[in-house]
């Protein structure tokens, strides 16, 4: 153990002036909105659901609840359930772009993700994904915070538009990746990545690169 832990920090003691990239997982890499959306479909195919067109706003249970009383908790049943984060799909392109993005010369790639707080599942799950979809390596990239703010970081690439916590200026630039909820919402000046696969992510670190190099 002592000695895996030294390697660690050999290897990203070298490296101090490295751009690090934080990502997150659902809404980014994991595609959660629409899980939920064919998972609630099959679990509830008698009560009315919201497509993803006309999802608005981050959390979906107040959505749903706003629909129709008791809808919310339908929603948090479908997301609690054992499997559910586990067999979550890839946003098209994310895993390709995260390697890439970590083999990319002076960049550290860090997963930063918020669990439910109903972690029963969800924790163990996250990082079946992570190994199924990225490899075992990718474990020790993980960062679980329920605050994203304290974390150290360049970037944060983060589906939710609003990132609060105990630091009011945390280290990271927001950048909100574009997801179905926060289409129509408004960032206040923060940038987007609107995807995975046409490319504009590159450009993005490169930007960033510059500023830290
Ligand atoms: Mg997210």
């Given at each position: 153990m002592?000695h895996r ?7 990203y ?24 959306l ?5 679990k509830?195919?008698n ?6 067109q006309?999802?608005e ?14 809808l919310?908790?339908?929603c ?14 890839e ?21 930063c ?15 079946a ?18 605050d994203k ?16 916590g105990?630091?009011?200026?945390p280290s990271w630039?927001h950048i ?21 696969t046409?490319?504009t ?6 930007e ?6």
């Amino acid at each position: 153990m002592a000695h895996r832990v030294s390697n660690f920090r050999k290897h990203y003691s070298d490296r101090q002036s490295n751009l690090r990239v934080l990502v997150d997982m659902d809404g980014v890499l994991c595609d959660f909105e629409l899980y939920l959306l064919e998972s609630y479909k099959q679990k509830y195919p008698n009560e009315p659901c919201i497509e993803l067109q006309d999802r608005e706003g981050f959390w979906v249970k107040d959505q749903y609840e706003k629909l129709k009383e008791g809808l919310g908790a339908n929603c948090v049943n479908v997301h609690n359930c054992k499997g559910f984060f586990k067999n979550l799909p890839e946003i098209p392109g994310s895993i390709e772009a995260v390697k890439e993005l970590s083999q990319m010369e002076n960049v550290d790639v860090f997963l930063c993700t918020s669990p439910l707080n109903y972690y029963k599942y969800c924790m163990q799950e996250k990082y079946a994904w992570v190994e199924k979809h990225l490899g075992k390596n990718w474990l020790e990239k993980i960062i679980i915070t329920k605050d994203k703010t304290v974390v150290n970081g360049h970037v944060l690439i983060d589906d939710k538009p609003n990132i609060t916590g105990a630091m009011l200026q945390p280290s990271w630039e927001h950048i909100v990746f574009t997801s179905c909820h926060n289409t129509g919402t408004n960032l206040h000046g923060k940038r987007r990545l609107d995807n995975w696969t046409d490319g504009t992510w590159r450009d993005l670190i490169e930007e960033f690169k510059k500023r830290v190099g």
